[in-house]
T-cell receptor, first 111, second 117 residues
Framework: AQTVTQSQPEMSVQEAETVTLSCTYDTSENNYYLFWYKQPPSRQMILVIRQEAYKQQNATENRFSVNFQKAAKSFSLKISDSQLGDTAMYFCAFMRNDMRFGAGTRLTVKP | GAVVSQHPSWVICKSGTSVKIECRSLDFQATTMFWYRQFPKQSLMLMATSNEGSKATYEQGVEKDKFLINHASLTLSTLTVTSAHPEDSSFYIC?????????????FGEGSWLTVV
């Protein structure tokens, strides 16, 4: 089964600064999808960004962008111009036949 | 956009009783639904994958006789926790897709807090 690893349990960043969250995964598949989800205290899962493995171009969504390194099986999330509302748990997820999550990174944006 | 509704949001039940949680896709046909369990300050752990009209595929370590999953229609999947015990208390969340292998969007329900007393 595929595994997803997030090695940063907690991170903090100053408001308006940039932060990068790391994610690596292990798979023998060639076609799959990768996601970053945000989970605020409400526990609602909010899709931040997705990446198709067959696309070489890194996905971007406004202040959020990824660095997808397929050969290295790495999928990091960069948040630019961090805002207080970005404070939440962030989960990296791998999807092929099902969706599996990393352990999560608790991000705190400080004023 | 598409929405997945999960009900109830909160439920308290007595030890030994059974409780059912529903997951509905409101405006799309969910061929596949997933059930997760999330302990405090932990990640979402996949419990089972449910395909419409088929028996659910359970993850290793998940008791299929205790966590009954039914996906009888393209818009509804249910998770029944049978003979609940306090250790079953947790946050349960479902997600649904109209096509996982084709990369169709996964939509999450709002989650259900189960407390067994």
């Amino acid at each position: 089964a595929q595994t997803v690893t997030q090695s940063q349990p907690e991170m903090s960043v100053q408001e308006a600064e940039t932060v990068t969250l790391s994610c690596t995964y292990d798979t023998s598949e060639n076609n799959y999808y990768l996601f970053w989800y945000k989970q605020p205290p409400s526990r609602q899962m909010i899709l931040v960004i997705r990446q198709e493995a067959y696309k070489q171009q890194n996905a971007t969504e406004n202040r959020f962008s990824v660095n997808f390194q397929k050969a290295a099986k790495s999928f990091s999330l960069k948040i630019s111009d961090s805002q207080l509302g970005d404070t939440a748990m962030y989960f990296c997820a791998f999807m092929r036949n099902d969706m599996r999550f990393g352990a999560g990174t608790r991000l705190t944006v400080k004023p | 956009g598409a929405v997945v509704s999960q009900h109830p949001s909160w439920v308290i039940c007595k030890s030994g009783t059974s409780v059912k949680i529903e997951c509905r896709s409101l405006d799309f046909q969910a061929t596949t639904m997933f059930w997760y369990r999330q302990f405090p300050k932990q990640s979402l752990m996949l419990m089972a994958t449910s395909n419409e009209g088929s028996k659910a595929t359970y993850e290793q370590g998940v008791e299929k006789d205790k966590f009954l999953i039914n996906h009888a229609s393209l818009t509804l999947s249910t998770l029944t926790v049978t003979s609940a015990h306090p250790e079953d208390s947790s946050f349960y969340i479902c997600s649904a897709s109209s096509g996982v292998r084709s990369g169709n969007t996964i939509y999450f329900g709002e989650g259900s807090w189960l407390t067994v007393v």
